[in-house]
């Protein structure tokens, strides 16, 4: 079982895309985070906020973190890291493909991670439907 604990401030926006990739890259960070963990009940905390004129997706987990070097390295090549006894381990879209299908809509992504401590990924966003509305469809 995992523990999904969801924070928004944000009733509703619009977002554009493809809502699949959307889907995908989301649903690419919650596992993530859910690897991450060592217990057998993982804790993730998903937020959306908003900052200025721009919406943030945080997705935050209090696993294994990662070093400064690996997070540039997952950033830079398709790599897989601490997903060996996961089923689903290197078929994901992965950080670097996530960050490049945001980039297509404008959007950019940030990742804050301490080893020991956890990991913060978060994608910000124009508020207010200010995206490429014709980027991946």
């Not at 937020?47 to 945080?58: G, L």
């Not at 790599?79 to 006894?85: L, P, V």
């Not at 996961?86 to 960050?99: D, E, F, I, N, V």
Request: charged content about 15%; overall charge neutral.
């Amino acid at each position: 079982s995992v523990a999904v604990e969801l924070f928004t401030e944000i009733q509703e926006c619009q977002v554009y895309g493809n809502a699949s990739h959307w889907g995908n890259i989301l649903s690419n960070l919650i596992n993530n985070s859910i690897d991450a963990h060592a217990s057998q009940t993982p804790k993730i905390s998903v937020s959306i906020t908003r900052v200025a004129d721009f919406i943030r997706v945080s997705v935050a987990d209090r696993g294994k973190g990662m070093s400064k070097e690996l997070v540039r390295r997952m950033m830079t090549n398709p790599t897989s890291q601490g997903k060996e006894n996961s089923p689903t381990s290197g078929y994901g879209l992965g950080l670097r493909g996530a960050q490049a299908e945001l980039l297509k809509w404008n959007c950019s992504m940030s990742i804050q991670s301490t080893e020991g401590v956890g990991t913060t990924v978060s994608i910000l966003f124009p508020a207010g439907g200010d995206l490429n509305p014709n980027a991946g469809h």
